[in-house]
């Protein structure tokens, strides 16, 4: 299986050189994704949203990608604020507690731009069986 990019259409991708998604045979490595609706690019204000945006981005460039959530096998969240945490996680826990990859929480001091409260990248693996 050759390598394959996987785009959400957002103009920022190709002007800033990355793919939401790489695709390269049994593997998925989708980039760091912010709260942003790609469609509108807005972002909600509040982390909860934003977090629920993150994870229907990821979820639709897996699918794009012959992938499931249930092949996530690991996933890094960035958060700007501690006192996220706990909305943040809880979201996490709602799309991934049946498939509980490796994970790491990392609070940061900003990501690209003040509004963006949250960013999650994941890796998948196919599974083979």
């Known amino acids: 299986m050759s390598r394959r990019l996987i785009s959400t259409g957002s103009p920022f991708e190709k002007a800033a050189g990355f793919s939401r998604a790489v695709i390269d045979g049994d593997f998925a490595f989708v980039a760091g994704t912010t709260g942003y609706d790609y469609a509108t690019m807005t972002t909600p204000a509040d982390v909860t949203g934003q977090t629920r945006n ?21 996933a890094t969240y960035y958060i700007t604020s501690p006192s996220d945490a706990d909305a943040v996680l809880a ?29 999650i990248e994941v890796t998948a693996k196919r599974r083979t069986t």
């Open 54 to 74: 993150c994870f229907e981005t990821i979820e639709a460039a897996l699918k794009d990608g012959g992938f499931a959530m249930a092949d996530i096998v690991r």
């Open 91 to 119: 979201i996490c826990g709602e799309n991934l507690g049946d498939i509980r990859p490796a994970a790491t929480l990392l609070v940061v001091a900003g990501l690209l731009k003040p509004e963006m409260k949250v960013e």
